[in-house]
């Protein structure tokens, strides 16, 4: 947990478990709109979700 691997490369992160949805909702409650995505990027987001969840349980690749 915690660890995002790219290209042979690893690095740690560490964050609360609903850190980044609270700062997100933080920021809606503010209006501070700059630090936040638009629509079309959130919906890649969950395509991308998807894809892995699908990949996972049917232990298959998933090609976009």
Do not use: P
């Amino acid at each position: 947990r915690g660890t995002l691997i790219l290209d042979g490369s690893s690095s740690q992160y560490s964050t609360e478990r609903d850190e980044t949805y609270l700062a997100e909702h933080e920021a809606i409650r503010k209006g501070d709109f700059d630090r936040l995505c638009s629509a079309d990027a959130a919906m890649e987001v969950l395509k991308v979700i998807q894809a892995a969840e699908e990949a996972s349980q049917n232990q298959i690749w998933i090609k976009q």
